[in-house]
């Protein structure tokens, strides 16, 4: 069920609805004010769409990097469990003495 959940970034207040927990939501807001912060102490001045559009630009582009090496360490994963089920079958094949 949706809720209305107001978060605050760079001064402003937003309502956002939304399925997820409010104190996700909130969480997200947190992180992105964060970032907002970061940049502003880098000294970029740049206007507030386009300091937002950065923001969302770096967390996307962490968020595909994560998921690249998540799925690299799933990929050696079965890889590592493919080669120990063939050990399996290879003893399980082996003549007893």
């Not at 907002?36 to 990097?65: H, P």
């Not at 994560?66 to 890889?79: A, N, P, T, W, Y």
């Amino acid at each position: 069920m949706s809720q209305a959940v107001e978060v605050e970034l760079m001064g402003r207040s937003f309502t956002i609805r939304t399925d997820d927990e409010p104190e996700q939501v909130l969480s997200a807001a947190s992180m992105v004010q964060e970032r907002v912060d970061e940049l502003r102490q880098m000294g970029t001045t740049v206007a507030s769409d386009r300091l937002l559009a950065l923001v969302a630009l770096n967390l996307a582009g962490e968020l595909l990097q994560k998921s690249q090496v998540q799925i690299e360490g799933f990929d050696s994963l079965i890889s590592s469990l493919d080669d120990v089920v063939s050990q399996a079958e290879g003893l399980a094949k082996a003549p007893l003495r």
